[in-house]
């Protein structure tokens, strides 16, 4: 089988094509820069916001892993109008499955960038090529630079009782790599880490894993949001799980037991 990554360069791709490649799978990854072919792995030159060299792309693969996305202003051209182009040029090229990776909490939590990729969604599954969308919770490394960004002023700010279920990228694309060999389920399956956190629990993980002593101040977020995610909005309960724990990720990245 052939497939075509897009966001193969991102933090999940960077997971997904060596997952991929070792189960025996041809890759072809598609970047908005060349970028020279290495490990086995082609890589095409396309846009999505710019609707540029998707065409090409798509011709000559069997099934598109959708991982591009974008998180600002281009969200829309990106998430919404450039996945509607590769469903449409996929379709015309006669691909057989495309498998397309979203966000557990999307059609819960009031984020514009959720509501993009609920857009996303509905483009995947209205479209003429057999699908499947895996919803993953959130990287530890977006719970990472998020504790980063909360303790710039010393404490780290932030409410407490916020849930969070970090699933490590290598076993997103583990999962990935099974959804592909099932073939399209045309159904979306939900896909967390191995341990629901709150807020207060990860920051002090954190910051043990770096040899920090802050204080944990807690700010109660208002809103639908703050209410959703402290019931559980962006944790799931299907099953299987990762493997792979906060602490995990911690000791990989800053050394030490991380409160292992």
Known sequence: ?????????????????????????????????????????????????AGTGVDLAVTGVDAVVHLASATKSMSARVDVAGTRRLVTDAAEAGLRHLLYVSI???????????????????????????????????????????????????????DRALLAQPVDPRDVAGRIADRLAAGPSQTIEEYGGPQVLRYDEAARAWLTARNRRRPVLSIRFPGTFGRTVRAGALTTTAAPTGTLTWADYLADTYGGSAGK
Not at 24 to 31: A, F, K, P, Q, V
Not at 116 to 133: N, Y
């Open 1 to 49: 089988m052939k497939v075509l990554v897009t966001g193969a360069s991102g933090t999940l791709g960077r997971a997904v094509v060596p997952r991929l490649r070792a189960a025996g799978l041809d890759i072809r990854g598609m970047s908005r820069r060349p970028r020279p072919a290495a490990d086995g792995v082609e890589w095409v030159v396309a846009d999505l916001a």
């Open 104 to 158: 557990v909490g999307i059609d819960q939590v009031p984020l514009r960038y959720y509501r993009l990729k609920l857009a996303a969604e509905q483009v995947v599954t209205a479209g003429k090529v057999p699908w499947s969308i895996l919803r993953a919770t959130q990287f530890p490394q977006l719970l990472d630079q998020m504790l980063g960004a909360a303790s710039r002023l010393g404490p780290v700010l932030g």
